[in-house]
């Protein structure tokens, strides 16, 4: 008699790479391949996994202290190559990448731990609608990747954290309401069994669940020099793609 089938579990080290390949997509397609619409469809998927993961981090992590100030350091190391990226000069003001969105969540999320655990029920309501609010705010005056509604993805899977029915249920609902109703400004027609369909393109973000979904609990592969290649692989890899544009077009 054959053993039980194990259910399919996919680890943290798994979506990291998942999500590393989903952004490289993203990217070239923004810098070399335009083109090729199907890159930036598949990479819509990338921020929700990395949003999923820190929020995970901020739960496992032994120092939080440590981890924003590693988050602060290649946010800082992160902007020259995003700028070259998004609009070819080291210096551009007017958007930032995405580890300052992050650092934003992380630092929310800390006060609404202590907010959560010594406050009475309906005061800690309060108090985190305003904090959620507060980093809404922030997310759009810095100007920080995905603005506001970076900031509220993370804070999405932080308050439905579970494999629980009413925690999917959240995630979907919300991701729904934030990257279609909030984001969803782009179009692109389908045609199945000969009808077209209008998909709104950030809403493929929603798919990047059904990964998130899979994930147990497990870390996976954590040796430090992979830890470490997961933060550099977001500057380098605008580097390369910056470095290649510049060849291609000279």
Not at 69 to 79: G, I, K, Q
Not at 119 to 124: D, E, N
Request: aromatic share 18%.
């Amino acid at each position: 008699m054959s053993a039980p089938r194990k259910p399919i579990a996919l680890s943290a080290a798994s979506l990291r790479v998942l999500a590393m390949v989903l952004m490289l997509c993203d990217h070239t397609w923004a810098l070399l391949l335009p083109g090729e619409q199907w890159l930036t469809c598949v990479g819509r998927l990338a921020f929700p996994i990395f949003a999923f993961l820190l929020t995970e981090g901020f739960f496992h992590t032994r120092s939080l202290r440590r981890y924003c100030l590693r988050m602060l350091f290649w946010a800082v190391v992160t902007e020259i190559p995003f700028n070259l990226m998004m609009a070819g000069a080291p210096l551009y003001p007017y958007h930032q990448n995405v580890l300052w969105t992050f650092l934003i969540a992380l630092l929310l999320m800390a006060a609404l731990d202590q907010v959560r655990q010594r406050c009475a029920p309906l005061p800690s309501l309060l108090l985190c609608a305003l904090l959620t609010a507060a980093g809404f705010l922030a997310g759009y005056l810095t100007m920080a990747d995905y603005y506001g509604v970076g900031v509220l993805t993370v804070l999405v899977f932080y308050f439905f954290r579970g494999c629980r029915w009413w925690d999917f249920l959240g995630q979907l609902v919300c991701l729904y309401l934030l990257h279609v109703q909030l984001l969803g400004g782009y179009f692109f027609t389908i045609t199945l069994f000969g009808r077209e369909f209008e998909i709104v393109q950030q809403g493929l973000a929603l798919l990047a669940l059904l990964p998130i979904w899979l994930y147990r609990g497990r870390q996976g592969y954590h040796a430090r020099w992979f830890q470490h290649f997961g933060y550099a692989f977001y500057p380098l890899h605008m580097l390369v793609l910056y470095a290649i544009y510049q060849l291609v077009t000279a």
